[in-house]
């Protein structure tokens, strides 16, 4: 629908332009009184047009099968270019909510619906519909269907005793919501999957102990896991060795890892790892997996320790981590791909082994697009502190296709501290510290790739050692900046390092080096 402005529409745009005020979603002003008087405008002194698309409603998921005492949740997300009037969500002909947004201006805006499904819907079919209209009286509607029927759990959980310990174990594809509570000692067998329209929840406190080598917990798309410890009780992922009574001792690759899977959207939510402890891992991939996870994901106060690979991985997505520490990897601290566009924060990385990366940025052929991430306060210790020698590897490297913004760094104990293979060239590092690195562990250890735009003076970077206690913690103020300055998800901190001895994050849910307690 178009429609024609004239002078006299022109010049009460003009007049109003004042009283606009910016919102989230846009300008909210008078624009029933301009449009009016828009319309009002007769075709003689027509002098230029605009277009107001047609609203517009998408959802999550369209369609699902669902079982007695599940709950529906489905995410609608709407946009309109003229204002929001109206959100009407149906159940049938049954009304859910009405939402009405009486100085709500053009823009973005999305409505989750939970529905929990009861008895008396058993063999039925359930159709919601979700429409919205805007201030022109255009409107869109989007329709979800939910089949109600006996559903098969396609999962078991059975007591099992090994080597004296009761286990609580889970098999096959966890199709219900389920919770893992705090009173049994959990044992994944095989893959374990938590599959769309599903909720896996475990309580702060648990443990879950992975029986072998094969063994991982899969999130599918769509499937949600919601692991929330505390600094008091973490969530510990492991290997069955460090269940008590077991007769072998855990080691990194007993198993193989967590999985979270997104469906690559900025605010698409795979769930909650919060506090979360991932040990002896990476059996042949990486211990944490984040495939294409979206922003809305929470990935905050999470250790991933002694694995047999990659520690965390991001392949694609926008999902942010903030406060992570690696310790003892076997190959990467931390590497993303396939287009990663998120950020981080506050993250500690501590590796022995030669030939290895502490952070890794590299995309290949078939990536969707180019890595472009952002991290700022991060620590990076490699095998010159905590091995045997720097060895052949490289603090942060970027390669191939990714790009990578590197803000209040420290790098120490490497090869090389910083290395650009990338093919766009396009690596930014700022107000960081780069010090005992290179084969005699006294120099800055600063690639060929990258060293004069490094010392650039504009780049605030610096090659003085940083005092850094029990191997990794310190900061410096000497060149940092204000890490909130490079957008809305950075902490207001200006330091150079992750970890600062007045707020030692780590402390009480984490373990040192040696696999002891952090207390």
Not at 24 to 33: D, E, H, K, N, S
Not at 262 to 276: A, C, E, F, K
Not at 440 to 468: F, K, P, Q
Not at 488 to 501: C, Q, R, T
């Amino acid at each position: 629908m178009k429609f024609m402005i004239g002078p006299q529409g022109l010049a009460l745009i003009l007049n109003f332009k004042k009283m606009i005020v910016k919102k989230r979603l846009g300008l909210i002003a008078t624009v029933l009184f301009v449009s009016t008087m828009i319309i009002s405008c007769s075709d003689d002194d027509l002098s230029g047009e605009l277009t107001f698309d047609s609203p517009d409603i998408e959802l999550s998921i369209e369609e699902g099968e669902f079982r007695i005492g599940q709950t529906i949740r489905v995410t609608a997300e709407f946009e309109a270019s003229a204002l929001f009037r109206e959100l009407v969500v149906q159940r049938g002909s049954s009304l859910v909510e009405r939402i009405t947004y009486p100085e709500r201006a053009e823009g973005e805006d999305d409505y989750t619906l939970e529905f929990l499904i009861t008895d008396d819907l058993l063999g039925t079919t359930q159709t919601f519909t979700f429409t919205i209209t805007d201030s022109l009286g255009e409107s869109d509607s989007a329709t979800f269907t939910a089949t109600v029927s006996e559903v098969e759990p396609a999962f078991t959980f059975e007591d099992v005793e090994i080597n004296g310990t009761t286990f609580r174990q889970v098999t096959g594809r966890i199709n219900f919501d389920e919770t893992f509570d705090k009173d049994n000692l959990w044992l994944l067998n095989g893959e374990v999957e938590v599959e769309d329209i599903t909720t896996l929840t475990i309580e702060a406190g648990t443990t879950v102990y992975a029986l072998d080598e094969n063994t991982e917990l899969n999130v599918q798309i769509g499937g949600t896991l919601i692991a929330g410890g505390t600094v008091e009780e973490p969530i510990i992922f492991t290997s069955i060795n460090a269940a008590p009574n077991q007769p072998d001792d855990p080691d990194n690759g007993d198993w193989i890892g967590v999985v979270l899977r997104g469906d690559d959207t900025p605010d698409g939510n795979s769930g909650i790892l919060t506090y979360v402890r991932i040990e002896n891992g990476g059996n042949g991939d990486e211990a944490l997996q984040l495939r294409q996870v979206g922003g809305g994901t929470l990935i905050d106060y999470v250790q991933v320790h002694n694995t047999d690979d990659t520690g965390i991985r991001m392949r694609g997505g926008y999902v942010n981590l903030k406060h992570i520490l690696v310790t003892k990897p076997d190959d990467r601290g931390v590497r993303y791909s396939d287009g990663w566009e998120g950020n981080g924060q506050f993250w500690a990385i501590l590796t022995d082994v030669d030939d290895s990366e502490g952070v890794l940025g590299r995309d290949t052929d078939e990536s969707p697009r180019n890595s472009d991430a952002v991290m700022s306060n991060v620590t990076v210790i490699g095998p010159f502190i905590v091995g045997d020698g720097a060895g052949d590897t490289d603090g942060v490297q970027v390669r191939d296709g990714a790009k990578g913004e590197f803000h209040n760094f420290i790098v120490t104990g490497f090869d090389d501290s910083f290395r650009n293979r990338s093919d766009d060239g396009d690596m930014i590092i700022k107000n960081s510290a780069v010090f005992g690195n290179g084969q005699a562990g006294d120099e800055d250890g600063l690639h060929s790739s990258i060293r004069d735009d490094y010392r650039d003076a504009a780049n605030n970077n610096s090659e003085d050692a940083v005092t850094l206690t029990d191997t990794f913690i310190g900061v410096s103020t000497l060149n940092s900046s204000d890490a909130s300055t490079l957008g809305d998800f950075f902490e207001a901190v200006n330091f150079v390092g992750a970890v600062s001895p007045d707020n030692d994050w780590t402390l009480g849910w984490t373990v040192n080096f040696d696999g002891t307690p952090r207390e």
